[in-house]
């Protein structure tokens, strides 16, 4: 069982990358579960420039550290991500990945389980939740739900009370839901279907050279 967790917040040492942590080292105590933990703020990521050249090339042109990323997503059974709220979204740190990730198009999370991670002080955790579940819904992911902790600025979310067992409970549920492949509810495989089927793939489809990268992703993962 391979693993990627991405700590999305600038705070390599902040209350996400605490939380995130103590998840791994509950899954690690697993049989046969592997880790690989990313804090993105340590990795050289460029922004987007919206040439859309990994559509017809499979990768982006862009010379930085993205595409090992996405390669050790492309080989793991699941992703977390976890996440601050910062002005009801996540950080720019974490959208500059996104962005680049090859998440929808190229249905990057496709048969994959996923999980999102949210810190917050006054709110906005619910809006995090919310763009991170849709990103692995339209993605193709398989979500295993999700984690919001409300919690004092700077302050250590492991010190506070019933929070080691809230996140060992979500920890066995990640880890059981993907040990007995648990399947995709229904409305996220319609919203999924809908999206690909009736939106993007019409539209991919108009231009095969553009999205000849995306086009061959689709025929491997049997989306057509």
């Known amino acids: 069982m391979k693993i990627v967790i991405i700590n999305g917040s600038p705070r390599k040492k902040g209350a996400t990358a605490k ?12 049989e046969g579960v592997t880790i690989t933990y990313y804090n993105l703020e340590e990795y050289t990521l460029l922004e987007c420039c919206g040439c859309l050249s990994c ?6 042109h862009l010379k930085d550290d993205l595409e090992s ?12 991500i976890g996440s601050p709220v910062y002005v009801s979204n996540v950080p720019g740190t974490l959208k500059k990945y996104i962005d680049r990730g090859h998440f929808v198009l190229e249905q990057s999370l496709y048969g994959k389980y996923a999980f999102a991670v949210s810190t917050y002080e006054i709110g906005g955790s619910s809006d995090v ?8 819904r339209i993605s193709g992911g398989i979500i295993l739900g999700s984690l919001q902790i409300k919690l004092p600025f700077n302050s250590d979310p492991l010190a506070l009370p019933g929070m080691e067992q809230k996140i060992e409970k979500a920890a066995n549920r990640i880890y059981t839901s993907i040990k007995k492949k648990k399947d995709m509810s229904l409305i996220d ?7 690909i089927q009736n939106v ?5 489809m108009k231009k095969p050279k553009q999205y000849k990268a995306v086009i061959e992703r689709w025929t491997k993962l049997k989306i057509i």
């Not at 998840?23 to 697993?30: A, C, D, P």
């Not at 495989?189 to 999206?195: H, K, M, T, V």
């Not at 993007?200 to 991919?204: A, D, G, N």
């Open 69 to 80: 990323i996405n390669q050790k997503v492309a080989e793991s059974d699941a992703l977390l």
């Open 55 to 60: 559509y017809s090339r499979g990768t982006c």
């Open 19 to 30: 939380i995130l942590k103590r998840i791994q080292e509950i899954l690690e105590s697993k």
């Open 200 to 204: 993007i793939k019409p539209y991919v």
């Open 189 to 195: 495989w319609l919203f999924n279907r809908i999206a």
């Open 129 to 136: 939740i919310s763009i991170l579940n849709k990103l692995f």
